[in-house]
Nanobody
Framework: QVQLVESGGGLVQPGGSLRLSCAAS????????MGWYRQAPGKQRDLVAA???????NYADSVKGRFTISRDNAKNTVYLHMNSLKPEDTAVYYC??????????WGQGTQVTVSS
């Protein structure tokens, strides 16, 4: 079955940087879009950034200019480079991978905490 393994979360000071990774495995089908969502305590899960199979990207307004999403198709991996982190970026970050044939799958989530 499909597995998504996330890594790279942690504690960082305001203004710092982190890179999240999400590696997908277990499917014979090709991946369409890949993305990152986040959920803060008491809030809904919202899209942070997404990247299509063709490389087109989409970002939440709150992270534009600070976060960059990228993917390595050979490794079925999506990355989220986060710079100039703010306390309001604190959340659990989830990756989502959408396969052309079998639909979407979620990662287990990784905690990002921005605090001094």
């Amino acid at each position: 079955q499909v597995q998504l393994v996330e890594s790279g979360g942690g504690l960082v000071q305001p203004g710092g940087s982190l890179r999240l990774s999400c590696a997908a495995s277990g499917s014979i089908f090709s991946i369409n879009s890949m993305g990152w969502y986040r959920q803060a305590p008491g809030k809904q899960r919202d899209l942070v950034a997404a990247i299509s199979s063709g490389g087109s990207t989409n970002y939440a307004d709150s992270v534009k200019g600070r976060f960059t999403i990228s993917r390595d198709n050979a490794k079925n991996t999506v990355y989220l480079h986060m710079n100039s982190l703010k306390p309001e970026d604190t959340a659990v970050y989830y990756c989502k991978v959408d396969y052309w044939v079998t639909g979407g799958y979620w990662g287990q989530g990784t905690q990002v905490t921005v605090s001094s």
